[in-house]
């Protein structure tokens, strides 16, 4: 900026200037608590129905970037990331299905995303929190309900929504009318916390 | 038994080799058994994955039947090199010409559907549009079948195979009521020991 106008010295302060005060009242900036994910009590967790039969599955492998306070929530905000190809639901007709390239295409979007935008506060410790989940290139506004239980210097997360598998194309080629893999998908996150140094 | 013993010893031993050998018999019954299992299974599952209430069950006979046809596709591929390699017993005297070429044409045709049918079945489910992978019993992954699996518009493909796999297995299934019935034929009509050279235990050099 300052390079652009050469002839105005003062001009680059002034545009830094007015770029701290847009960041000052971006709510987009997080300042709230820090929280690490304690990974071996943590977990995400989805469930499902095949030709009728349920069963369940969890990925084994993600991080978090989470910034949480309660009494911050302008300043809170969680960013996700999921390695698809961990799907691990036990059985290997199902495991091996999930990365190829109807299903997640973890060889192309290897990866999940899921970021929030803001949180909503609905009492006794309950939230939502409205993000935004980005999987095989498709992002889709989503809207996670979630328990947040602090002390001390640790806490735990416990939320659940459900996904529509179709809104990111997943499984569209080969089951796009649900008739052998349920369309909704429910998703749980339980995840502990410990209060980042 | 003893008896047994005393006429291998004698000169008309070369009668021995009237029956098969014991892995010509052992490939015989285990294909036999997986084959009606094939049949039973298959005629099931192609209904009843389309009735709610089984298609969870339909589903993973369809797995089963996956693993024991390419089990078959194995045990073929060994009776093969085995009937290539051991002569069979010599078919019963009395039989007519014609008789021998209709036995000799049926086995051979029952030889190349036992590898044709688990052959299309394989092709069929690597051109399958759900792109399912085949877990051996649940053990180890079966791979695909290469171009058939990379193929750009799988569904026609995948159409045409399962037409030609259904429609071979049924003429397998009319193949094997014809051995059946051959069978039955020399063993009430001709008499002749044509059953037991099929069967272990007893009846050895029966004249």
Same mark, same amino acid.
């Given at each position: ?22 960041? %000052?009242? !971006? ?8 929280? !690490?994910?304690? &990974? ?23 991080? %978090? ?6 009494? /911050? ?9 999921? /390695? ?12 091996? &299905? ?6 997640? !295409? ?17 009492? /006794? !410790? ?20 979630? &328990? ?30 649900? /008739? ?18 | ?5 005393? +006429? ?56 089963? $039947? ?13 009776? #093969?090199?085995?009937?290539?390699? $051991? ?22 045709? #029952? ?42 518009? +799988? +569904? ?28 039955? +034929? $020399? ?21």
């Amino acid at each position: 900026m300052i390079c652009k106008h050469p002839g105005r010295p003062w001009a680059g302060a002034v545009a830094v200037i007015a770029m701290l005060l847009a960041g %000052a009242m !971006n709510p987009a900036v997080a300042e709230a608590t820090k929280w !690490n994910v304690k &990974t071996a009590e943590s977990k995400i967790g989805f469930s499902a129905t095949h030709a009728g039969r349920a069963f369940d599955g969890e990925f084994k492998s993600w991080s %978090a970037d989470i910034r949480f306070d309660p009494s /911050d929530l302008e300043g809170s905000q969680a960013v996700v990331l999921v /390695d698809l190809a961990s799907a691990f639901t036990g059985d290997q007709t199902y495991d091996k &299905t999930l990365p190829t390239v109807d299903w997640f !295409n973890t060889s192309k979007f290897a990866e999940g995303r899921f970021e929030t935008t803001g949180f909503q506060a609905k009492g /006794d !410790n309950q939230f939502t929190a409205a993000g935004t989940l980005t999987m095989r290139g498709i992002a889709v506004p989503v809207s996670l309900d979630f &328990t947040f239980e602090a002390s001390g210097g640790t806490a735990q997360l416990q939320g659940r929504t459900t996904l529509k598998r179709l809104d990111y194309g997943i499984g569209k080629g080969s089951d796009s009318a649900g /008739d052998w893999v349920a369309l909704d998908i429910p998703v749980t996150v339980s995840v502990a916390l410990e209060k980042a140094e | 038994m003893t008896i047994d013993t005393q +006429k291998t010893a004698q000169p008309n031993a070369a009668v021995a080799h009237d029956r098969y050998s014991t892995v010509a018999m052992a490939l015989h019954w285990l294909i036999a058994i997986a084959v009606l299992a094939m049949f039973g299974t298959g005629l099931w599952m192609v209904e009843a994955i389309d009735v709610k209430e089984t298609r969870a069950d339909a589903f993973a006979v369809y797995q089963w $039947h996956k693993s024991l046809g390419l089990s078959v596709l194995v045990l073929m591929a060994a009776r #093969i090199i085995w009937r290539l390699t $051991h002569r069979p017993p010599a078919l019963p005297m009395g039989m007519k010409p014609m008789e021998k070429l209709a036995a000799h044409s049926t086995h051979a045709a #029952i030889y190349v559907l036992l590898v044709a049918v688990p052959l299309l079945g394989w092709a069929m489910v690597s051109a399958s549009v759900f792109g399912l992978p085949t877990i051996w019993f649940g053990l180890f992954e079966w791979p695909h079948l290469p171009v058939l699996s990379g193929l750009e518009n +799988k +569904k026609p493909v995948e159409d045409w195979l399962r037409l030609a796999h259904g429609w071979v297995a049924y003429v397998l299934i009319g193949l094997v009521v014809l051995h059946l019935a051959a069978v039955v +034929k $020399h063993t009430v009509i001709d008499r002749d020991d044509i059953l037991k050279r099929m069967l272990p235990g007893g009846g050895r050099n029966k004249d």
